[in-house]
T-cell receptor, first 110, second 110 residues
Framework: GESVGLHLPTLSVQEGDNSIINCAYS??????FIWYKQESGKGPQFIID?????DKRQGQRVTVLLNKTVKHLSLQIAATQPGDSAVYFC?????????FGTGTSLTVIP | NAGVTQTPKFRVLKTGQSMTLLCAQD?????MYWYRQDPGMGLRLIHY???????AKGEVPDGYNVSRLKKQNFLLGLESAAPSQTSVYFC?????????FGPGTRLLVL
């Protein structure tokens, strides 16, 4: 089976600081990677994605970095806000079937 | 445009009872998925469908059945519920790639 894991289960940051959430994956054949945000009691919400032919992709306050050599994915959140507090999941796989990590809980300290 | 909706939001079953969870999407997506989410674990794929009339097994299909009679609906059935099926169930749909999730169904089997 696939293996998608997160280096740290919890992360606390001060409001306004940058956050970095990491993810390791094991399947070299995966060609699509997604970051999701899940707030308590809600379904996962798409944040940003990246294809395997890219190393970096930027969105609004978020950046995803992909290092295929070491099978590592990271999500950077700039100027973290209280509303960013949630569990963040990475997912990897072919485009039609994904494997999800266990998640990192991000807490933003006002 | 409601996106992905799930019915019911919460249900309590006794061991051995049966029930059907309904997922509906109004985005004309080909792909639909059922996941379960348990504490401390990532989302695990139960079954998925790549189009109307088709279904396939995911990572944890035992004890569940699905049907996709209409493109917009994906039903998940539990024929004889067991306490191990206590979980939060999420449905997702996608055109190809990014999956859009519903709000979840919380199921408790006593």
């Amino acid at each position: 089976g696939e293996s998608v894991g997160l280096h740290l289960p919890t992360l606390s940051v001060q409001e306004g600081d940058n956050s970095i959430i990491n993810c390791a994956y094991s399947n070299s054949a995966s060609d699509y990677f997604i970051w999701y945000k899940q707030e308590s009691g809600k379904g996962p919400q798409f944040i940003i994605d990246i294809r395997s032919n890219m190393d970096k992709r930027q969105g609004q306050r978020v950046t995803v970095l992909l290092n295929k050599t070491v099978k590592h994915l990271s999500l950077q959140i700039a100027a973290t806000q209280p509303g960013d507090s949630a569990v963040y999941f990475c997912a990897e796989g072919p485009r039609n079937q994904f494997y999800f990590g266990t998640g990192t809980s991000l807490t933003v300290i006002p | 445009n409601a996106g992905v909706t799930q019915t019911p939001k919460f249900r309590v079953l006794k061991t051995g009872q049966s029930m059907t969870l309904l997922c509906a999407q109004d985005m004309n997506h080909e792909y639909m998925y059922w996941y379960r989410q348990d504490p401390g674990m990532g989302l695990r794929l139960i079954h998925y469908s790549v189009g109307e009339g088709t279904t396939a097994k995911g990572e944890v299909p035992d004890g569940y059945n699905v049907s996709r009679l209409k493109k917009q609906n994906f039903l998940l059935g539990l024929e004889s519920a067991a306490p191990s099926q206590t979980s939060v169930y999420f449905c997702a749909s996608s055109p190809e790639g990014t999956q859009y999730f519903g709000p979840g169904t919380r199921l408790l089997v006593l």
